[in-house]
């Protein structure tokens, strides 16, 4: 369902050149729904603290914040991006970030899978969540519900 979600985002985000009706016209539903994801990713990445986060890490920030607790693979198969290095990327600009990229936001973190120790498992920090949590309020204040969270990690 929270892959049908995001689908959808990405689908309305795009609503100019795939959602027509036959008429020629954008139907109000898609309008709508394009204006409620526009929000979200807007309020976002502001309370994120970068303006102009790319849409690949806001999508990362709502699926961990949706879905909870999962490895990089699983990650990497809701994204549907292209080459495991993009999520990567994303990964180390939204955690702690590293000698290339710079300090990151401190909004993801790994931690050691407990049944592969060779693994790592992907979550929202504290702080991602709280960030999560208040672009949610400012953008969809009377509609929360469609994008329920996760359990928090114990």
Not at 36 to 60: I, N, T
Not at 96 to 107: A, K
Not at 111 to 140: F, H, W
Request: no cysteine; charged share 20%.
């Amino acid at each position: 369902m929270i892959t049908e979600k995001l689908s959808h985002m990405r689908d309305t985000l795009s609503f100019m050149s795939t959602s027509h009706t036959p008429s020629g016209t954008v139907s109000g539903n898609r309008l709508m729904e394009a204006d409620k994801s526009m929000r979200l990713m807007q309020a976002l990445a502001v309370e994120a603290g970068d303006p102009l986060m790319p849409l690949q890490q806001l999508a990362l920030l709502v699926i961990l914040y949706t879905q909870g607790e999962m490895s990089q693979a699983s990650l990497d198969g809701q994204t549907n991006v292209t080459g495991k290095a993009t999520n990567s990327r994303n990964l180390i600009k939204l955690g702690t970030g590293n000698r290339q990229y710079g300090p990151g936001l401190e909004l993801v973190e790994q931690v050691e899978d407990l049944l592969d120790k060779r693994a790592k498992r992907i979550r929202l920090t504290p702080k991602g969540r709280a960030v999560m949590e208040r672009a949610l309020a400012k953008a969809l204040p009377n509609d929360t519900a469609s994008f329920p969270p996760a359990p928090s990690p114990t």
